[in-house]
T-cell receptor
Framework: DTGVSQNPRHKITKRGQNVTFRCDPISEHNRLYWYRQTLGQGPEFLTY????????KSRLLSDRFSAERPKGSFSTLEIQRTEQGDSAMYLCASSFGGTNTEAFFGQGTRLTVV | ELKVEQNPLFLSMQEGKNYTIYCNYS?????LYWYRQDPGKSLESLFVLLSNGAVKQEGRLMASLDTKARLSTLHITAAVHDLSATYFC???????????FGSGTKLNVKP
């Protein structure tokens, strides 16, 4: 499968616990994005990487959230001390850099904080 | 910050009918994308529109872009039940760093 892969697909966690999600982009893509989507809404930008460099973070990304992309390949998104408001679908996308970029999305990780 | 508005947000239509979904955005951009999302699933890329006047068609769907009006349309011709899904438009920011999404149009085509 050459698409964007995300793991796990579903995560249920208790409030206050830490969770980590993984995204494996399409191999030749140098850009990687994280988005969050809540029910009935469009995806909201969280952060993006160009290779291993995290170039922009949304104000939505509080200090409980951290993302990494070591070696410019896969990426992880960690949420510390989860809150019920963190419950959402977390989507990862990847693309080539450049002006004609098209982003391809993974299947997402659905987080439920109880 | 760039704003993207779609309308309608909900659309219920009979099979065989035509309809148009509208996507307005607030600042200059000449790259617009349409995605489809089925319930509980991720986003599937439908169209990439890269210039003013761009028109693309795939099956019963046709998308167009008017960058001067900051408007894109997604036209549905002779709708079928399989087109039932949520459709999102997305605009790329000025430095191509991120996509701004509309709230989506939830389409329900009744058989």
């Amino acid at each position: 499968d050459t698409g964007v892969s995300q793991n796990p697909r579903h995560k249920i966690t208790k409030r206050g616990q830490n969770v980590t999600f993984r995204c494996d982009p399409i191999s030749e893509h140098n850009r990687l994005y994280w988005y969050r989507q809540t029910l009935g809404q469009g995806p909201e930008f969280l952060t993006y990487f160009q290779n291993e460099a995290q170039l922009e973070k949304s104000r939505l990304l509080s200090d409980r959230f951290s993302a990494e992309r070591p070696k410019g390949s896969f990426s992880t998104l960690e949420i510390q001390r989860t809150e019920q408001g963190d419950s959402a679908m977390y989507l990862c996308a990847s693309s080539f850099g450049g002006t004609n970029t098209e982003a391809f999305f993974g299947q997402g990780t659905r987080l439920t904080v109880v | 910050e760039l704003k993207v508005e779609q309308n309608p947000l909900f659309l219920s239509m009979q099979e065989g009918k035509n309809y148009t979904i509208y996507c307005n955005y607030s600042t200059t951009s000449d790259r617009l994308y349409w995605y489809r999302q089925d319930p509980g699933k991720s986003l599937e890329s439908l169209f990439v529109l890269l210039s003013n006047g761009a028109v693309k068609q795939e099956g019963r769907l046709m998308a167009s872009l008017d960058t001067k009006a900051r408007l894109s349309t997604l036209h549905i011709t002779a709708a079928v039940h399989d087109l039932s899904a949520t459709y999102f438009c997305a605009v790329v920011g000025y430095n191509f760093n991120k996509f701004y999404f509309g709230s989506g149009t939830k389409l329900n085509v009744k058989p």
